[in-house]
């Protein structure tokens, strides 16, 4: 499995299938996700019983039934992903339309059992929901389920080879996002990031605008043809809540930390505006998308050197270390070591022969990181073209935590083999990075110096600041964008125009120069063209932070947030697996409880994390109109 796409649903992790549980237990067993199913509450009647019995054998069916159609799919994905062809693309779509066919038939086999939902016992009732949203329905018609396919994989295909051209022997030549994203963080020259912005958005969001145009109406038939409304309906409904509850609570969690993203926000511009001028970078309005250091200003940490409150403290950056003395497989091993002085398990030894650490030379393949349990049975592996670099060793971090995760429940049922919620997935790796200190790199021989002052404290503060603070409102907007064309609120002459009214709104960023209603910006981001739900990531932003502070708490640690390293201690290891280990058996509530003690996702462990570095900012900010 790797995280899932929503076309694929298959188990990789840059995506998690897209999202499991449910409401059961929270909404009473008759919650219904929009689902077009006959109401629940039906008296008994006699043959309770064997309906009973027959829906329990159904689930144990669907498992082995779902488990083969997601093997399949993704171990034909992985093949396509790792060497883009004619005839693996050809493979993965095959199977992948067969994997839809398949999940659309059991749910439409399950809808006989709503009537004794509340009789089943909690794990059969719970599989039955989860199959819901186990992928991407298909459509009635076989020929559209086929070309939803086809698309499907064309549009990942068309992200992971980049810009191609026809070289002289007629063969493609093509660079991929690697290329681009070096310039852009290396380069402070305006008009050079300006073509390196423009060339990656002109072709592979232009070439993904007619395929994304037609994804989205066999998309949505196929949701429909299961009971949903449309697609934005469908992944908004499985967070165990209803799905307008669900759109509330991520404008909740985005209004507790608007503030101190303004701050960040305020600070960078005027840094900005001093580097460039006003001409390129205004004193109140957006700044321009190409200047942050990364494709869709979603974080800004290349920018880090311009933004360093205090010169001369002590580095930051472990990215000289690891260019030295550092090799991928390494980087790796750094991480495996994390995790196992928690407590965890090594990484199997097919982990090592099985997994892309670099891109395979001669090949196309698609270099977004993704991590994955090929056959839902312990085959973990990742998928990365790593740099010796810090944003990289962070990432192999984020992409451990999800194969621990798929570790910590492969024996489950499939339908189980999944994060509490699909924010739980993203934020596991990511609540290790908070773990990599100053200290606790030091102690890895990757920094040879920590001061231990306020001024180190700001610094270090705003290095994560930068990778994690930019990179809210971006979480949040990809899918208030999806949800708005899925529903049909937006319509595709509309579709880049609202991209960039709701980066504007929520970023405080621009187009560098004007856009057409024929670009197609958001293409230019990988899951939108690889259709990978994206507020999984805005959760993980929150909920990996509230992870720590738990974790911290359980390693007995008791001093500022922003400090603690959870590195070998192994009672926050023991804290984590079981949690881990839950899968999406119960709903998220349950799983974040356990760990916790809350029952809803907040913001609150962030603003504290942070508060040395939001009083800095603040009295930098002070005198300035701030927003824009
Ligand atoms: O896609 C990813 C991971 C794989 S699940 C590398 N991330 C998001 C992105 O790159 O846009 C991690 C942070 C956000
Ligand atoms: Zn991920």
């Given amino acids: 499995m790797k995280l899932i796409p929503l076309l694929l649903l298959a188990a990789a992790a840059c995506g998690g299938p897209e999202k499991p549980e449910t409401a059961a237990d929270r909404h009473g067993p008759d919650w219904q996700p929009q689902a077009a199913s006959p109401p629940a509450d039906k008296p008994a009647i006699n043959g309770d019983d064997a309906l009973i019995a027959e829906a329990k054998q159904f689930v144990a069916d669907t498992d082995k039934e779902?488990?083969?159609?997601?093997?399949?799919?993704?171990?034909?994905?992985?093949?396509?992903?790792?060497?883009?062809?004619?005839?693996?693309?050809?493979?993965?779509?095959?199977?992948?339309?067969?994997?839809?066919?398949?999940?659309?038939?059991?749910?439409?086999?399950?809808?006989?059992?709503?009537?004794?939902?509340?009789?089943?016992?909690?794990?059969?009732?719970?599989?039955?929901?989860?199959?819901?949203?186990?992928?991407?329905?298909?459509?009635?018609?076989?020929?559209?389920?086929?070309?939803?396919?086809?698309?499907?994989?064309?549009?990942?295909?068309?992200?992971?080879?980049?810009?191609?051209?026809?070289?002289?022997?007629?063969?493609?030549?093509?660079?991929?996002?690697?290329?681009?994203?070096?310039?852009?963080?290396k380069s402070r020259k305006p008009a050079a990031l300006l073509k390196t912005w423009q060339t990656w958005h002109d072709a592979v969001g232009r070439a993904e605008r007619p395929l994304f145009v037609r994804y989205v109406e066999l998309a949505n038939a196929g949701a429909r043809g299961v009971g949903f409304k449309d697609v934005a309906s469908m992944w908004k409904s499985g967070y165990d809540m209803p799905e307008d509850a669900f759109a509330a609570e991520t404008d909740r969690l985005w209004s507790q930390v608007k503030p101190l993203y303004t701050q960040l926000h305020c600070y960078t511009r005027r840094t900005l505006n001093k580097m460039y001028g006003d001409k390129a970078v205004s004193k109140s309005g957006p700044i321009p998308s190409h200047l942050l250091g990364n494709m869709w200003a979603q974080s800004w940490d290349y920018l880090y050197p311009e933004l360093e409150p205090y010169k001369g403290v002590a580095p930051v950056d472990v990215t000289p270390t690891l260019e030295k003395s550092y090799d991928p497989a390494k980087m790796v091993k750094m991480?495996?070591?994390?995790?196992?002085?928690?407590?965890?398990?090594?990484?199997?030894?097919?982990?090592?022969?099985?997994?892309?650490?670099?891109?395979?030379?001669?090949?196309?393949?698609?270099?977004?990181?993704?991590?994955?349990?090929?056959?839902?049975?312990?085959?973990?592996?990742?998928?990365?073209?790593?740099?010796?670099?810090?944003?990289?060793?962070?990432?192999?971090?984020?992409?451990?935590?999800?194969?621990?995760?798929?570790?910590?429940?492969?024996?489950?049922?499939?339908?189980?083999?999944?994060?509490?919620?699909?924010g739980f997935h993203e934020a596991i790796g990511d609540t290790i990075q908070l773990s990599m200190t100053p200290e606790?790199?030091?102690?890895?021989?990757?920094?040879?110096?920590?001061?231990?002052?306020?001024?180190?404290?700001?610094?270090?503060?705003?290095?994560?600041?930068?990778?994690?603070?930019?990179?809210?409102?971006?979480?949040?907007?990809?899918d208030k964008w999806r949800w708005d064309v899925f529903s049909g609120a937006v319509k595709p002459d509309d579709y880049n125009?609202?991209?960039?009214?709701?980066?504007?709104e929520y970023q405080g960023v621009a187009a560098p120069i004007e856009r057409a209603a024929t670009d197609f910006d958001p293409g230019a981001k990988f899951h939108v063209a690889s259709n990978t739900p994206y507020m999984r990531y805005f959760l993980a932003a929150v909920l990996q932070f509230q992870f720590h502070r738990a974790l911290c708490k359980k390693a007995g640690f008791t001093g500022p947030l922003n400090e603690c390293s959870i590195?070998?201690?192994?009672?926050?290891?023991?804290?984590?697996?079981?949690?881990?280990?839950?899968?999406a058996s119960k709903p998220w509530q349950d799983a974040l409880f356990e760990l916790t003690g809350q029952r809803e996702m907040d913001a609150s462990a962030i603003l504290e994390y942070f508060a040395p570095l939001e009083k800095w900012l603040e009295e930098q900010n002070k005198g300035q109109t701030c927003g824009w």
Avoid at 114 to 139: E, H, M, N, W, Y
Avoid at 358 to 367: D, L, Q
Avoid at 497 to 504: C, N, R, S, T, V
């Fill in 440 to 478: 606790y790199l030091k102690q890895k021989g990757l920094l040879a110096t920590v001061a231990k002052n306020d001024k180190a404290t700001i610094n270090q503060q705003m290095h994560v600041a930068l990778a994690k603070i930019a990179f809210l409102p971006f979480g949040l907007l990809v």
């Fill in 335 to 422: 991480g495996e070591a994390f995790y196992t002085s928690l407590g965890m398990d090594p990484l199997p030894q097919s982990f090592w022969e099985r997994s892309m650490l670099t891109k395979p030379a001669g090949k196309e393949a698609v270099c977004h990181a993704s991590a994955w349990d090929v056959t839902y049975s312990d085959d973990l592996r990742i998928k990365m073209c790593i740099n010796k670099n810090q944003e990289d060793l962070y990432t192999i971090h984020h992409e451990l935590g999800h194969d621990y995760y798929f570790h910590a429940y492969y024996k489950l049922p499939v339908l189980f083999q999944q994060g509490a919620n699909d």
């Fill in 567 to 583: 590195y070998g201690n192994k009672d926050a290891g023991a804290a984590f697996q079981k949690m881990l280990a839950l899968g």
């Fill in 66 to 185: 779902i488990r083969r159609l997601y093997v399949d799919a993704s171990v034909t994905e992985w093949a396509n992903e790792t060497d883009i062809t004619k005839e693996h693309g050809e493979a993965a779509a095959k199977s992948s339309a067969e994997q839809s066919t398949g999940i659309t038939k059991a749910i439409k086999a399950a809808r006989k059992f709503d009537p004794i939902l509340a009789k089943l016992d909690p794990a059969t009732r719970r599989q039955l929901l989860l199959l819901k949203f186990s992928g991407q329905p298909a459509p009635d018609d076989a020929k559209q389920t086929e070309e939803l396919a086809k698309i499907g994989e064309e549009m990942t295909a068309t992200y992971g080879k980049g810009v191609c051209e026809t070289g002289k022997a007629g063969k493609e030549q093509c660079k991929d996002i690697e290329v681009w994203s070096k310039e852009l963080q």
């Fill in 497 to 504: 125009k609202h991209w960039w009214d709701l980066k504007k």
